[in-house]
């Protein structure tokens, strides 16, 4: 016996969709105009589909669907550079996007991609057995990265990111570590870029490269200075 689920989300038009996937990679397998607009993509084992809906609003949506893969983190970079290559930058805000590659509270390594029409792929590979959610840290500055985190990428809610970040680098009374410093500004000049706040990116990119690591703490943060190295690009 064997199944297979395929996601069917919506779009407004579909062509744009289907240009963004094929500069991903992906074989355009079916296309129809009539009676309504209906395609399906394809990649290795990834398959979409895709329907066309006059009134939708790509940036009001909230469809999304989950990848699972043994190799996120060759996906995440081929997807980059194939975006790269088509958009001649890599898209981190607006429709389409790409977000960076992040190790979630709930043992998956993931990042997000949203398409022309809004639709939110959760590309993931799954690290750790226990899906459950982590409890909060309770460290001040873990603590901030940790929600600020929750709020940027699975709520889309990037203002409540860009606060709380704020709020722990006003703190006086507690100061955090290099590393977690570089954490919470790299964070901050991430969110403000999806933003669009380019003179917050820029302080926060130029605080968070004035940071001093030594070469373990670097490696603790590998995503993190990974994600500075893509943002300062």
């Given at each position: ?12 038009t579909i ?11 992906f074989e ?206």
């Amino acid at each position: 016996m064997s199944e297979k689920t395929i996601p069917v989300l919506p779009c407004r038009t579909i062509q744009p969709v289907l240009d963004f996937y094929a500069a991903l990679g992906f074989e355009v397998t079916f296309e129809q105009k009539s009676p309504h607009p209906y395609a399906a993509v394809q990649r290795g084992g990834i398959q979409l589909h895709f329907f066309g809906m006059k009134h939708y609003e790509p940036a009001e949506s909230f469809s999304t669907c989950i990848v699972q893969t043994d190799d996120v983190d060759g996906l995440h970079e081929t997807f980059r550079a194939r975006l790269k290559a088509a958009y001649g930058r890599i898209p981190n805000r607006g429709l389409p996007r790409i977000g960076p590659l992040k190790n979630t509270s709930h043992g998956v390594r993931q990042f997000l991609m949203t398409d022309p029409g809004g639709n939110c792929i959760r590309i993931g590979q799954q690290m750790s057995d226990d899906q459950h959610h982590h409890p909060a840290p309770e460290e001040t500055f873990a603590r901030a990265v940790h929600h600020a985190s929750l709020l940027a990428d699975s709520k889309e809610d990037l203002v409540g990111a860009a606060k709380i970040i704020d709020r722990a680098l006003r703190l006086r009374d507690e100061r955090p570590t290099p590393v977690e410093l570089l954490r919470l500004l790299v964070l901050r000049a991430d969110v403000a870029t999806r933003l669009g706040d380019e003179e917050a990116a820029t302080s926060a990119l130029a605080a968070a490269t004035a940071v001093h690591l030594t070469a373990e703490e670097q490696e603790s943060v590998h995503d993190d200075v990974e994600r500075l190295t893509q943002l300062l690009d």
